[in-house]
């Protein structure tokens, strides 16, 4: 029995990796020869970094066969490549992630090549003042990351709600970032060098493929993971309808589940609800600072963070964690765990 994965992220390379340990034969769909570090992109952005590639065989079981090409239509029993064979398949997995997007001409960070798009931007103007549209994560890290890297910049969002975020916001101000909260505004009526961190958007390969989706065109699933109606088909990270957030955090559990659900399967047993609890979210405020906010397994925060260098410390630790719990699975399947939920 094959299964074949689309997308070589966190979520596709954990569940390849954890299926192939265990004896499947695995495919995996991918049009990067290498792994993208997403969770570094604001970096590579403002050239703090150069890239943030991986060789594959870093990550990946080498017992997995890697097909470089990109999906684009999935049928009941074999996927559509660009390069326009047809590849079989018994199970799915749907981890084509998110970050696909040209909503208002404004530049993002969500992908590889649009972040090669706001570097490019930057270097042709270097003395250009740049506006972050929205205040969640990646615009706060992507500010932290201008900062750093000696821009002027300003912030505009609505306000927000999570308290982390609110002393991300004090933490950028003192660093001489211009703060301007309360209202919503379209990025694309703002001139200059603009770049929208509000949301993301997902491939909309389900959608044309005519799987059931959601609004925003993410794969509807069950508690296991499942595409209702398509008992082969299964879905983690960023590219599935869930409760959890869309996070690196989320997808390596998810896609661990995933291979869990179908190793069960295989062996005549019934996959397990997938559940999962938080424990950190942990941001990069640049210069070497950081935010570590302690979490209840519902996603809310406690009263416990760690702020400063020491903050930024453990924050660069979880980020090659990250790149670990992948390889440690690329070695030994099953080793890689994570918290329940409440
Ligand atoms: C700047 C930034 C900072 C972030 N920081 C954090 C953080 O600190 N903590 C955290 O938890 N999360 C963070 N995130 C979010 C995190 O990166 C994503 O949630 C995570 O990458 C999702 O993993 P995934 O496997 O679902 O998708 P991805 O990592 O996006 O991987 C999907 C893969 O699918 C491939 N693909 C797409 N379409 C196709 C197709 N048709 N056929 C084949 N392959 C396809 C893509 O090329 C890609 O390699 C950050 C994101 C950004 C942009």
Redesign the pocket.
Known sequence: MTTTV???????VMAANRLAGRGEEVVL????AWF?E??R??RVATGLRENARLDLQTVLNPAVEVVQD??TEIGDDKIQLAAGENLPYDTLVY?????TSDRNGACR??SEEETERLRTALAEAPDAPVTIVGAG??GV?LAGALREAGRAVKLVSTAPDRRAIQAHLRFLARQGVEIELGRRVDPAGIDGLVVDTTGFTV?S?AADSGLPVDDLGRLLVDEQLTVPGHPNILGA???VHSSFR????T?LPMGAHVADVITARREGRAGKPFRMGYVLQ?TDLGSGRGRVQFLHPDDTERAIAIDGRAGGLVKETICRMTVRWLSQERDRAGRYSWPAGA
């Open positions: 689309l997308g070589a992220g966190y979520a596709g769909v991918t049009p990067n993208v997403r969770i992109l604001h990109t999906a981890a084509v992630g998110s970050g960070i969500v994560l990646t890290e491939p390969l990270g960023d590219a869309a996070a690196c955090a997808a942990c």
